[in-house]
């Protein structure tokens, strides 16, 4: 078999990665390798849409399956990569086959985390990652149930936003002292919390777990203090982990996943990596290394990683950018935080608000909001080509909701 490009991790970064080489002009082969079924299809929908839909749900793929025909990309479904042989420019699959590449890209994307927990690996104790366990959660998610979600950030928040919305009975144990500590400022987790609250979830944060416990009619989790919460179900939403063992097998180098340069490419010249599985450095914060577990990241870099592929040179300087829906609120957050000295509110209609964070230079760094439906869309888009910009916009101005932060665009 002729080496051509092979990409393997069939999800958003790896099909956007596909398709953008031949929009790019590669004639050569491109195969496509992913573990599931499926054709690639987006993930942020399992939390939300696929709970809730009230029709039998299907994934929501990112390509038809007769694209692949069509662009002259093979697609291997069900096929697992146990290896890279670097020396051969060799992939080496479960069944001992091989396949040989040109360039070789690792989109393999993140796993789950387990608690390190007595119990936690019990039948009744899941996680939300592929298709299959949302509809697993969907079967579970019904008026009576009791629903634990461990993990107040992000993934848990959204599960327990649609598990209440399907009638069941939710208790939400987060370690720290409030929700999406590492995610939000405090007044936007504040309105978070309120609204879980007004939903008639119970929030206990500041509780540390002991382990999970079988019952005679489901499981319990044994907080630190001896309390003991009983629940039909248990839906660990502690954060994901990088896939990099098999590029850790391979000799990569690895720092908090698969580290890339600014091009995302790796220690060998002929592999390169995008999406959940990788770090990178961030020129828009001075070359800061970061990885970021987003829809919007995973899908421009896997079109970025095909241009370097294809011999670009150019950095990939994206503004980190992320959402979050949960009832009737949008969360949405450009750059990162904790870059951030300062913060700015700005007040917006039916109680939406931003937050601007600046630097110690009072250069805008990022920017967060919440509101009802696209309410606070437009201001983080604004801020969000100010940020790319390393705009510094004056203090009074940005606090005045009057000024449109339009007009520091101009500036």
Known sequence: MQ?????????????????????????????????????????????????????????????????????????????????????????????????????????????????????????????????EDALHLRERFHPGAEITIIGGGFIGLELAASARQRGAEVTIIEALPRLLSRGVPAEIAAVVQERHRA???????????????????????????????????????????????????????????????????????????????????????GGRRVRLESWRNAQEQGAHAARTMLGDNTSFDAVPWFWSDQYDLSLQVAGLIDEGRHAIRRDGPDGSFLICHLDDEDRLVAASGIGPGNAIARDIRLCEMLIARRAHPDKDKLADPATRLKSFLAA
């Open 199 to 285: 939903a008639g979830c119970t929030l206990l944060c500041g509780e540390g777990i002991a382990a999970i416990e079988e019952e005679p009619d489901g499981l319990a989790v044994r907080l630190a203090g001896g309390k003991l919460i009983l629940a039909d179900l248990v839906v660990l939403g502690v954060g994901a982990s990088p896939s990099v063992a098999l590029a850790e097998a391979a000799g990569l180098a690895i720092d908090n996943g698969i580290a890339v340069d600014a091009r995302l490419r790796t220690n060998d010249e002929n592999i390169f990596a995008a999406g959940d599985c990788c770090s990178f450095p961030l020129p828009v914060y």
């Open 3 to 131: 080496p051509g490009m092979v990409i393997v991790g069939a999800g958003e970064a790896g099909a956007r990665a596909a398709f953008a080489l031949r929009e790019q002009g590669w004639a050569g082969s491109i195969t496509l390798v992913g573990d599931e079924v499926h054709a690639p299809y987006e993930r942020p929908p399992l939390s939300k849409a696929a709970l809730l839909d009230e029709h039998g749900p299907s994934p929501r793929y990112i390509v038809a399956e007769e694209r692949f025909e069509a662009e002259t990309i093979t697609h291997l479904a069900k096929r697992t990569v146990v290896a890279i042989e670097r020396d051969r420019h060799l992939v080496r699959f479960d069944d001992a086959s091989v396949l040989p590449y040109d360039k070789l890209l690792l989109a393999t994307g993140a796993a789950p985390r387990r608690l390190p927990l007595p119990g936690a690996n019990k039948p009744g104790c899941v996680t939300l990652r592929r298709f």
